[in-house]
């Protein structure tokens, strides 16, 4: 199964708080614990890789409301695998990597009246910027596990996007990754952070379509 896959699984069940991934003959599934997010599969393979006989098998196996599936290849295609039960994300996400070897020197700091704050728990770095009023205008997190790290849940906040602080926050948590002694860091971004991503040297591995169980009956027909 492909290492990179693993990789970001690992530091993203650390980033959420997630129960260790089960092995499968397929990938892996996790639990979460949320009822909107109870479970999780994710294949094992990127592209062509992907087997549809597979996708379906493991997507027929799912009986409950809010389990995701998270298979690397692209929507348009996956989405014909899987029946009307399934909600299928119509924006593709994307999983990235990047090489942290530029990422030893420290970013810039915070705009004027700006606010920078980075702390760190449980493997799990955390970073946000605050706007002169105090209010949330970006944040994010990376998880280290070992060479690797995995960034997670970036955001700008809608008031103050096309600032440069999504910039910042990665350049931070880069930065804090590879001081901690990871030299590769992976992520799964969303169409609009993809720009963003490759403005910092990040490179998209393989698409990824995200799925969510509606319950037997609960999709609209397709």
């Known amino acids: 199964m492909n290492?990179?896959?693993?990789?970001w699984i690992d530091g993203w069940v650390m980033s959420r708080g997630?129960?260790?991934?089960?092995?499968?003959?397929?990938?892996?599934?996790?639990?979460?614990?949320?009822?909107?997010?109870?479970?999780?599969?994710?294949?094992?393979?990127?592209?062509?890789?992907?087997?549809e006989r597979t996708v379906r098998k493991v997507a027929e196996s799912v009986t409950g409301a809010g389990v995701?599936?998270?298979?690397?290849?692209?929507?348009?295609?996956?989405?014909?695998?899987?029946?009307?039960?399934?909600?299928?994300?119509p924006e593709?996400?994307?999983?990235?990597?990047?090489?942290?070897q530029e990422s030893q020197k420290a970013p810039e700091?915070?705009?004027?009246?700006?606010?920078?704050?980075?702390?760190?728990?449980?493997?799990?770095?955390?970073?946000?910027?605050a706007a002169p009023d105090g209010s949330l205008a970006a944040r994010g997190q990376i998880a280290v596990t070992g060479p690797t790290a995995v960034a997670d849940q970036i955001e700008t906040t809608p008031a103050h996007r096309r600032k440069g602080l999504a910039s910042l926050i990665m350049r931070t948590l880069q930065h804090t990754a590879a001081r901690?002694?990871?030299?590769?860091a992976i992520l799964a971004?969303?169409?609009a952070g993809r720009a963003l991503y490759e403005s910092l040297g990040w490179t998209t591995e393989a698409p990824l379509t995200s799925a969510r169980f509606l319950g037997?009956?609960?999709?609209?027909?397709?």
Do not use: C
């Open 109 to 129: 700091p915070a705009p004027h009246n700006h606010r920078l704050g980075v702390w760190t728990s449980a493997g799990v770095t955390r970073a946000m910027i």
């Open 180 to 184: 901690r002694g990871a030299d590769r």
């Open 92 to 100: 593709p996400g994307y999983l990235m990597t990047t090489s942290l």
């Open 18 to 51: 997630a129960a260790q991934p089960i092995t499968e003959p397929w990938g892996w599934t996790i639990d979460v614990g949320r009822p909107d997010h109870v479970t999780r599969h994710v294949l094992g393979e990127i592209g062509d890789g992907v087997d």
């Open 68 to 89: 995701w599936l998270k298979v690397f290849r692209d929507p348009a295609e996956t989405g014909a695998w899987l029946n009307a039960d399934w909600w299928i994300d």
């Open 3 to 7: 290492r990179t896959i693993r990789s």
């Open 216 to 222: 037997a009956g609960g999709g609209a027909p397709r």
């Open 189 to 191: 971004g969303t169409p």
